[in-house]
């Protein structure tokens, strides 16, 4: 099991930016995928999770207070895909991105992840 996240970059402040995390191994479509970040010197920290739904539709989603408005999370089950739009980039977004995934619940705690993905790096410039 794999997954492989993509798409970061760096971009000015107020920029977007579209990470990709694609698993492969399994399907997760009945699983919570999520985005984590990490600063340096910093612990890893909630960014946004999807859940599922059996009708494919209207998944719940949860954010971090401080991208809400600003990043959006879909998925795409038939490519095993999760997406991260982020939009209005500010210098504090600057992280190593991570993609997770596990059952049930959109926990907003790393532990409680079973699967991870490598890490994209997004640096957003002042």
């Known amino acids: 099991v794999q997954l492989q996240a993509s798409g970061g970059g760096l971009v000015q402040a107020g920029g977007s930016l579209r990470l990709s995390c694609t698993a492969s191994g399994r399907t997760f479509s009945r699983y919570v995928r999520s985005w984590f970040r990490q600063a340096p010197g910093k612990e890893r920290e909630f960014v946004a999770g999807?859940?599922?739904?059996?009708?494919?539709?209207?998944?719940?989603?949860k954010y971090t207070e401080s991208v809400k408005g600003r990043f959006t999370i879909s998925r795409d089950n038939a490519k095993n895909t999760v997406y991260l739009q982020m939009n209005s980039l500010k210098p504090e977004d600057t992280a190593v991105y991570y993609c997770?995934?596990?059952?049930?619940?959109?926990?907003?705690?790393?532990?409680?992840?079973?699967?991870w993905g490598q890490g994209t790096l997004v640096t957003v410039s002042s």
């Open positions: 997770a995934a596990d059952q049930v619940y959109i926990h907003t705690a790393p532990h409680e992840y079973n699967y």
């Open positions: 999807i859940g599922w739904s059996s009708s494919g539709s209207g998944e719940p989603t």
